[in-house]
């Protein structure tokens, strides 16, 4: 048997911490990475702003299979890339014209945009079919390996948001992101869901502006800048992303309802846990809201899907409601039981942490995650044990 010594990986820093974050560290040696997301959110942007930052360092080919060469140059000039001598570019959708461009540079970073462009003379299949799209995707997975180089492929994705072709093209790469985003906000969203050399659901946010990207070093007062907490049927919402505690307004709308069903929408979160959280509130606190309708929109484009959402939603609805506004500078998280209950999350510490910075006063947490030492600043903490003690508390 041969023996092997296990040894960290090394890593290159991006430039851009946002990303750097999502990566779980930077850009790992030898490693795959595949990036999806809508037509036109900004990752042909953000991979071109990313890869002028690492060409200072290292050599880079960018390849593109959907644009010429001019069309890259004009987005550029757009960002203010002015080029450096590591950064190359070539237009190109024959796989071996590519490996022949690889082996001739020998770049250490090299982006592939898109892998549905790519084609291989092994398969008589045309480009962007199953066959050809997983067939490129493990001879470039098998080059990062064999020569020690990063490979950044973009995908194209399905209406359903998932990234087009066969699903074993996720499983070949080390790590898939998703580039996300409402196409009338400026946020956009970079999410991890695999991660071989780092942590998954790590999220980093960026600003769409007319000079590209620009990262968003403080996303919780960004979220809640246009808070009002003089209207009924919002509520402020600890969530954590990762390793990352975000702040984020939670708003519901309700109303009584002509015709049935009823309507429930909600947007930023899973629909099926909206019914059942009303479900939740008519037989435990008695509220009738089986004739209203119930609309719930997590602010800022975000998609929140942990539990700790409840609290939140439920505080909101009832708000509406009630029309009545909840206390003033009040955030909360917490996960609610079928019966009533409100149960503990993870990271309660560092959710917190991030409210009082913002100078939020009032904290309601589940009574599991009640902090050993009273915060400073005089910040309340309320730990609540089932949600008639909430209701109690916040409509008192």
């Not at 851009?16 to 809508?38: H, P, Q, T």
């Not at 290292?58 to 299979?65: C, E, H, N």
């Not at 946010?205 to 907490?229: C, H, Q, W």
């Not at 009630?322 to 917490?334: M, Q, R, S, T």
Request: proline share 4%; hydrophobic share 45%; aromatic share 4%.
């Amino acid at each position: 048997m041969t023996h092997i010594e296990a040894q960290d990986i090394s890593r290159q820093k991006t430039g851009i911490a946002e990303l750097d974050r999502v990566l779980g560290g930077g850009l790992a040696l030898g490693s795959v990475i595949l990036l999806g997301g809508d037509p036109g959110i900004g990752k042909s942007t953000l991979i071109l702003q990313t890869m002028d930052k690492l060409s200072s360092t290292q050599k880079v080919l960018y390849i593109t299979g959907e644009e010429s060469i001019q069309q890259v140059a004009l987005r550029a000039n757009r960002l203010l890339i002015t080029g450096q001598e590591n950064l190359r570019l070539m237009a190109e959708i024959g796989l071996t014209h590519i490996i022949q461009a690889i082996d001739q540079e020998k770049p250490q970073v090299v982006v592939i945009d898109s892998i549905q462009t790519m084609y291989t003379d092994l398969l008589q299949s045309a480009p962007g079919s199953v066959a050809q799209v997983r067939e490129c995707a493990s001879i470039l997975t098998r080059l990062a390996k064999q020569r020690h180089i990063t490979i950044i492929m973009i995908g194209h994705v399905t209406k359903d948001g998932n990234i087009a072709g066969p699903r074993v093209l996720e499983h070949i790469v080390d790590a898939v992101l998703y580039f996300e985003g409402e196409q009338h906000s400026n946020f956009r969203m970079i999410r991890s869901v695999k991660n071989r050399f780092g942590a998954v659901n790590e999220l980093g946010i960026f600003a769409m502006t007319d000079k590209g990207l620009k990262e968003v070093n403080n996303p919780s007062a960004l979220f809640l800048s246009s808070y009002r907490n003089s209207v009924p049927g919002s509520s402020i919402l600890i969530t954590q992303e990762g390793t990352r505690p975000l702040l984020v307004e939670v708003q519901a709308l309700v109303d009584q309802s002509h015709i049935m069903p009823p309507k429930r929408l909600a947007v930023g979160m899973d629909g099926y846990r909206l019914s059942m959280l009303i479900a939740i509130v008519q037989r435990h606190l008695g509220i009738s809201l089986y004739d209203q309708d119930i609309f719930l929109n997590v602010v800022g484009g975000i998609k929140i899907a942990e539990p700790a959402v409840d609290l939140a939603v439920i505080l909101a609805i009832i708000s509406s409601f009630k029309n009545k506004i909840l206390p003033e500078k009040l955030a909360v998280f917490g996960e609610i039981g079928l019966s009533g209950e409100i149960r503990a999350v993870q990271k309660g510490q560092e959710r917190i942490k991030e409210a009082v910075k913002l100078g939020f006063e009032k904290i309601i947490v589940p009574k599991a995650n009640t902090p050993k030492e009273k915060p400073a600043n005089n910040v309340e903490i309320i730990a609540a044990v089932d949600l008639a003690n909430v209701i109690s508390y916040c409509f008192n």
